[in-house]
């Protein structure tokens, strides 16, 4: 059975970090792109960070650069978002999906096309 399962959310006070993953069961990750998307109460899903095959090209949305790092560890078939100067409005569902699709990483992040999704783990940034 695919599978794509994240785990590491949680409450975290303003400031804090989190490290979250994203697992996968039944496919072998490392031939896709894979992406970080994230939805708050009466938003719509929104790309956070992508990362390319290899791992080489990545590409994270204004509001997380300097303080997200996407990576990936193909021998333990997952992969990994960093997470550090926390603020309140990161406070969100994070999902992570995959793609073989050959458009970049930019725009994978921007169209929320993925072939697999996880079901999300919650991320509340509150003191």
């Known amino acids: 059975q695919v599978q794509l399962v994240e785990s590491g959310g949680g409450l975290v006070q303003p400031g804090g970090s989190l490290r979250l993953s994203c697992a996968a069961s039944g496919f072998t990750l490392d031939v896709y792109k894979i992406g970080w998307f994230r939805q708050a109460p009466g938003k719509e899903r929104e790309g956070v960070s992508c990362i390319n095959r290899g791992g080489g090209i990545t590409h994270y949305r204004d509001s997380v650069k300097g303080r997200f790092t996407i990576s990936r560890d193909t021998a333990k078939n997952a992969v990994y978002l960093q997470m550090n100067s926390l603020k309140p409005e990161d406070t969100a569902v994070y999902f992570c999906?995959?793609?073989?699709?050959?458009?970049?990483?930019?725009?994978?992040?921007?169209?929320?096309?993925?072939?697999?999704w996880g079901k999300g783990t919650l991320v509340t940034v509150s003191s």
């Open positions: 999906g995959a793609t073989s699709s050959r458009v970049g990483v930019a725009s994978i992040c921007q169209t929320n096309n993925m072939d697999y």
